[in-house]
Each structure stands twice: as C-alpha cells, then as structure tokens.
C-alpha cells in the first residue's frame, strides 16, 4: 500500500469521495458544548463491528480520514469525533485558536455521550478503541470509569508524562499561573497555530502527510490550534498524576504503540506505567516518530496490521472465554 508518491491523487480519488458520503454531525456535550463526529457505517456488513479513533490534542476529523479509511475497507464501522475545544466542535474561548479545557472530565463525558448515543441506533457487539497521545489519556479514563462494550484498545504515543527538563520547577509555574488567574494564558514560549516546519518537526517523518496536514489548516483556518493554555497543562497533569489509581481498573487488553523517536510525550515512565494495566504489551515502532498513523508508508503499514492482528487476537481470547 505506497501511498506517498500519488498522495495529492489518493486524497482526491479516495478520500474526498469517501468522506463525502458521510457529513459531520454533532451532538450535545457538557454544557452543550457541540462534539463534532463523523461516523462511517456499511450498509449490510456480515457483522457489525465498530473502531472508535480518539485523536490527540489539536487535530481533526480532516486529518484522521485516511486512517479512518483504512479501517473502514477493512469492514468495520468508524466513529471518529473532535475533542472539545478544537477541530470543528465548538471552541471554549473567544480566542479560539488558543489550546483550552473548561474541564478533563468533560472530555471524558463527551466520548461516553457519542459512543452511548451511536449504541443507542446500532447494537454493537464487537467495539474497539484506536486512541493517540492525549486521546490515549482521555480514553484511559472512559475505559476505567464508564460502562462500555469495547473488547480491546490500542494507544498510540499516549500522552502518558510531559517531557520537561525542570518538571518541579515547571509544575511549580503552572500552578502559580493558575493562582493568579493566568489560566487562559498560552504556556510561556508557545504561540498561536503554526504550520509544521516540513524539515525540522517532531511529529513524523513522512513530509508527504505533513504537507497535507498543513494543507488542511491552510485551506481550512477554522480548524486550526496553537499551542496549550496553562490551564490545559494544568488540568492534563493532574490527570496524568492519577493513572497509577486509573489504569489499574481497565480490564481489557492494551497494546500501547510506543514510537522510537519519540520528542512530543515522555516516554521514559511508559514502561512502568503499563505494568498498572491488568492485559497490557508495549511494542515500539522502528524509526517512527510522535505520528505514528502519519509516518512513512513502510512504517505506517506495519502498524495497521499490527493493529489488526491485535484485535483479531482479542476478539478470539474473548470468544473462548464466553
């Protein structure tokens, strides 16, 4: 599947068609907040089964297509939706390009409401989950603290520790930032959007995507996000500072895909982080970097069939259980 020298053609043929056949819709979030989602149904499987795609901060439903795709030729449904905040749900602050969370449970909240709501109309009996970086974070929390029907997980460069060279110092920061009221603020040295330096950035090595993703913001300036707030540090670390008492009570199977060149997350507590999950596997992922679904091709194939092979695996353990 070499998709990087004809990109500009795949997007055209396949993905544009694709995409259209199934229009944004919204639902109702807290404090009615509207969630963008798209959800991507066939019309008479053999049986129905969903992946539900929970991206990371500042990214969108545009973006997550491709992967969305994929997944989809290979017989599944997909939900995919944009976090509060960012993409094309609604933003929480008059500067709306600014990285900002009212709440990290209402994150949460919002995916138990979507995935409830698509259950309500599908009954779904082999659900899934495909989370990224801070969507890895915030499904941490759906899985451990809500009812749900999902068989098996993979997070991808889970937002699992902040990488700082002073993290005492910098948490000190945060928190006085937030006494004094400071916590729409961008964090000090960061901006408003961006595009990502096609030579030099730490999100992946495939220019190919990157172009693209830049094309999107370009094309689309309402889906643009610069940099996090110090209230979203704030909130997100906290959250972090809780996993050891969260993650324990995820019972189903995880495979975390860690990426080898990682810069974006911490990585160096991953491992130990992981032994909280009852069914949990580490795999690191040669040579990729934070974006580990937007890497080069040969990297990025690996990865789905791992991927699907997991899931394979655990829907076979959880059929010889019942």
Known sequence: MEREPHFHRFVLTKIAPFISQFPIQYINGKRNCAIAYRHFV???PSKRQLIVLVNGRSENLL???EVAYDFYQQGFDV???DHRGQGYSDRLLKDQYKGYIDEFRFYVEDMDSLISYVNSKYNYKNQYVIAHSMGALISSYYLANFDHQIKSAVFSAPFFGLPTEHPLRDELIINLMMLFGQGQRYVFG???YKPADLKVNELSFCKTRMRWMNR????NPELRLG?????WIHLCLIAIKQLPSILPRIEIPVLILRAEKEKIVKNENLDQLATFLPQSKVQVVPNAKHEILFERD????KV???IISFFILSFQQDTTKE
């Open 42 to 44: 066939h019309l008479n």
């Open 63 to 65: 973006k997550w297509s």
């Open 79 to 81: 939900l995919q939706f």
């Open 190 to 192: 960061k901006t408003e």
């Open 216 to 219: 999107i913001n370009r094309h």
């Open 227 to 231: 940099s996090p707030t110090f209230r």
């Open 298 to 301: 040969s990297i990025r194939n």
């Open 304 to 306: 789905l069939a791992q």
